[in-house]
C-alpha cells in the first residue's frame, strides 16, 4: 500500500507544487502568518468544546463531543502543517460520518494517510457522486481488513502525525474536524482565505473545484458519477492556498473580479424576481380564467439560490461546499 501511494505521489508531482527543502523553512513561516484567528475560525462554524451540543440545539452524547488534538509532546516530534480532506457518507437526514480519510505532509508531498473508514452507523446514503465511495467498496476493503474502523480510530491514526502546533491545510475543514470529533485552531483554510480575498456583502462560498479552475487552471473532482478523491482534494487545498500566499497581489484582483460578478448577477436576479412578482401580481388582478398556462408563475428552486447562497440541500443535508 506504501508503495502505491509513492507512486500516485511521483504521478502527480507535475500537478502539485513540489517545495524544495531549501524553502521548506520559509514556506512554514508564511503558512504560520495564514493561519486564521480564533474568533474567524468560531464565527465559520468551527464549533468548540462543551457549548457543541448547546449551538446544534441537541443532546450530543458526551463521547461525541469533539476533544482537542493533543498537545505537543517534547519526546514525540510531531509535523509543522498538514493537509486534511475526508470523504462522508449519509446516516440520517443531514447526519454524515466518516467514511475515508487522507492526509499529506504539506511540505513534503509525503502521503501519510489515505483508507477508507468503516462507519459506524448503519449508511442510508454512500453519496458516491460526491464521496467517491461505494458499498462495495466498502464490503470488500472491511473483508480485506483494509480500514480503519470508524471515526475514533482514523482521529487517532491523524494524530499520530499531528499535535495541536501543527497547521492543518484544507477546504471548509470544520466539516472535516466536525466528523472526527476533533478541536483544532491553528488552520488555514482555501475556503476563508478566498472568502476574506472577496470581502464583505457576498453572501456565498467557492468550492474548491471552482478555487483550483480558476486561480490555477487546474481541473480537479473531474471523474463524474465516480465522485470525489479525497487525496487528490487535499492535494488541491494545499495547491490554493500556496497560491495564496505566494501570489497575494493577484488573489486580491481574483476577489475583485468575483466580488464584481456576484454583484452583477444578483442585480440581474433580484430584476428576474421583480419581474415574475409583477406579472404575478398582473395575473391575480385579473378576472379569473382556465388558463393552463404555468410559464409565469415559475417557482424558485433549491437549484436556483444554491450557487448563490452557498446553502446545504435541504433533503440530503449535504453541503456542497464543503470540499
Known sequence: MVSKMEALTLQENSRWTF???????????ALTLSCH?????????Y???????????????LSLIPIPTPAPDPQVPKLSAVALDCEMVGIGRGISELARISAVDALTSKILIDTLVQPTQPVKDWRTKFSGI??????TAVAENRVLKGWPEARSELWKYIDSNTIIIGQSLNHDFDTLRMQHWVVVDSGLLAKNAIGPGVNRQWGLKALCDQSLGIAIQDHQKQGHDSIEDAFAAREVVLWCIGHKEELAAWGRKQKEEYIRKKKLQEAKRAKRLKQKK????????????DEVDEIVRWSDIAEDLGWPHPDTGYDPWSD
Not at 134 to 139: C, E, H, L
Open 19 to 29: 517545495i524544495p527543502e531549501s524553502r521548506r523553512a520559509a514556506t512554514l513561516s
Open 37 to 45: 484567528s480564533y474568533s474567524t475560525l468560531a464565527d465559520n462554524k
Open 134 to 139: 461505494t458499498k462495495q467498496a466498502m464490503t
Open 282 to 293: 398582473a395575473m391575480a388582478d385579473r378576472p379569473p380564467t382556465f388558463s393552463t398556462d
Open 47 to 61: 464549533i468548540s468544546g462543551p457549548g457543541y451540543s448547546k449551538i446544534l440545539g441537541v443532546e450530543v452524547p
